[in-house]
């Protein structure tokens, strides 16, 4: 994977955007104060496995899928469940996966 590709860049980058406006975030939906630190723990975490010199798609993907489905879902009405199905979408173009 190419860590200098402009796809790959944003993706980076929203990752980050994301852990941040979790732990920012006064509306979280139905996440409760545990679960929304969780959700920024696992959100670092796919941002720390994007950043290793060689990954494996399908485990960054299942990562990805299981991680931001779950904060989609549970914070639905808030901007970070938007948020992360549209890092989702993101994430699937980027490693040619489909949504």
């Known amino acids: 994977m190419?860590?200098?590709s402009r796809q790959f860049i944003e993706v980076?980058?929203?990752v980050t955007s994301l852990a941040k406006q979790i732990s920012l975030a006064n509306d979280v939906g139905n996440l409760s104060s545990r679960e929304k630190l969780v959700a920024e723990q696992?959100?670092?975490a796919l941002g720390d496995a994007l950043d290793r010199e060689?990954?494996?798609?399908?485990?960054?993907?299942?990562?990805?899928k299981l991680t931001l489905q779950w904060i989609g879902k549970e914070a639905a009405a808030a901007v970070i469940?938007?948020?992360?199905?549209?890092?989702?979408?993101?994430?699937?173009?980027?490693l040619g996966f489909a949504i």
Not at 54 to 64: A, C, D, G, N, V
Not at 86 to 93: N, W
């Open 42 to 44: 696992e959100v670092t």
């Open 2 to 4: 190419d860590h200098n």
């Open 12 to 14: 980076r980058s929203e």
């Open 81 to 94: 469940g938007t948020a992360a199905l549209a890092l989702l979408a993101l994430i699937a173009h980027l």
């Open 54 to 64: 060689f990954i494996r798609p399908k485990e960054i993907w299942l990562r990805s």
